[in-house]
């Protein structure tokens, strides 16, 4: 008995620390990932997110602005807390 309890033991291990679960965990979110969602929620189309740059001369402490390149368009996009993003497309 003693026995077949440690081998059930062992093969749940495996089960929950074995390679194919950790090929399953999720990516961390990006950046660029975050600000694409939250455009596309207000209507915008960003196909791919490509990368996010803070703008440090257009930010202040309560109001972040970032310029986003998706794969079809860039934004300018300004984020205060509780508010819907202002949205500007670039060229």
């Known amino acids: 008995?003693?026995?077949a309890s440690g081998s059930l033991?062992?093969?749940f291990a495996f089960?929950?620390?074995g390679p194919?679960?950790?090929a399953q965990q999720?990516?961390?979110e990006t950046i660029q990932g975050m600000l694409a969602a939250q455009i596309r929620?207000?209507?915008?189309t960003c196909e791919k997110p490509?990368?996010?740059k803070k703008n440090a001369r257009l930010s202040q402490p309560d109001r972040d602005v970032w310029v986003l390149k998706c794969s079809n368009a860039r934004f300018r996009i300004t984020r205060v807390p509780d508010?819907?993003?202002k949205v500007e497309p670039l060229p």
């Open 41 to 44: 929620t207000q209507g915008f």
């Open 20 to 22: 194919q679960v950790r």
């Open 83 to 85: 508010m819907a993003a």
């Open 9 to 11: 033991l062992f093969a």
């Open 1 to 3: 008995m003693h026995r």
């Open 50 to 52: 490509l990368g996010a």
């Open 15 to 17: 089960m929950l620390f």
């Open 26 to 28: 999720i990516p961390a």
